[in-house]
């Protein structure tokens, strides 16, 4: 009766959303232009959809493939703000592990051992830890969600969780990545009464950490700006082969379809109300 009254309970929560990797964005439309999320082009085959939630608030969206370890996209409010960096403590994502672990939150794999009783092996079954990114030689664990576009000191702890990181060539990440999510994206926002961004890493045909974790070919970005009137007044996309340092900048239309060509699927990324035209230049 007890184990029957559990299950109701469980299944009325899931139903409500409160679980928070779930099968859809459910728990945190906020984060992606009018509710709209990128199609089904992009989903892998074993995909989970993660609201990044640390200390009892949601800072982001990151859809997740299991079998790859690594994230497909992560989408956020570009909202930067001149908290400092906190330090890199790297958190893991316990309901990847089981979703009956009933911990709703991301969480560091020091925590999930020692208080969870949760063995390292079975945390590395479901996602990448932070053993996997040790010792890479020529790779950083690269941001899709970078604490630098965040405004508060949690939302900014809440993007140092493996769920959203990539191997990320290190002479992109620290060279034209870095100027473009910095410098690029504060110059093209400054008329941005909001903007919606998504990033994302296109699977790559190589793996590391003894083949667990994927290397992208590609990473890429795409941003909505809203004007004064909560409407979309520009657009645009970024990408880059995985393996030098060189970003292109590029309309969103062609970014998508670019990401077309590479994912075999038709992909779009934002609200048709986002202009997908614009002229297209690299740097």
Request: proline fraction near 6%; aromatic fraction near 8%.
């Amino acid at each position: 009766m007890l184990r029957l009254l559990l299950l109701q309970v469980l299944a009325s929560c899931l139903w409500l959303g409160h679980s928070e990797v779930v099968t859809s964005f459910e728990s945190c439309p906020e984060f992606f232009y009018a509710g709209t999320t990128p199609n089904n082009g992009l989903n892998p085959k074993n995909p989970a959809w993660i609201c990044q939630r640390f200390r009892n608030q949601y800072h982001y969206a990151t859809l997740y493939d299991r079998d790859n370890r690594i994230p497909v996209y992560s989408a956020y409010k570009y909202e930067p703000g001149d908290v400092k960096k906190p330090p890199e403590w790297w958190l893991v994502e316990p309901q990847l592990i089981d979703k009956n672990l009933n911990l709703k939150e991301m969480e560091w794999d020091r925590v999930l051992i020692e208080q969870h009783e949760i063995s390292p092996d079975k945390i590395k079954e479901s996602q990448a830890v932070p053993d996997d990114y040790k010792g890479l030689k020529g790779l950083d664990r690269g941001h899709l969600c970078p604490n630098g576009h965040m405004k508060t000191s949690d939302s900014k702890m809440a993007t140092f969780t493996l769920t959203n990181i990539v191997p990320q060539d290190s002479s992109l990440n620290n060279g034209k990545w870095r100027t473009y999510e910095h410098q690029k994206m504060m110059g093209k926002t400054k008329d941005c009464n909001s903007t919606y961004v998504v990033t994302g890493a296109v699977p790559g045909k190589t793996k590391v950490s003894k083949d667990r974790v994927n290397r992208p070919s590609h990473i890429w970005s795409a941003a909505c700006c809203l004007g004064e009137d909560t409407e979309p007044k520009d657009a645009w996309g970024a990408i880059a082969e995985n393996n030098r340092n060189r970003v292109e900048l590029l309309s969103l239309g062609d970014l998508e379809k670019r990401l077309t060509d590479l994912y075999g699927e038709t992909v779009t990324l934002f609200n048709n109300a986002c202009p997908r035209k614009q002229s297209s230049h690299s740097h």
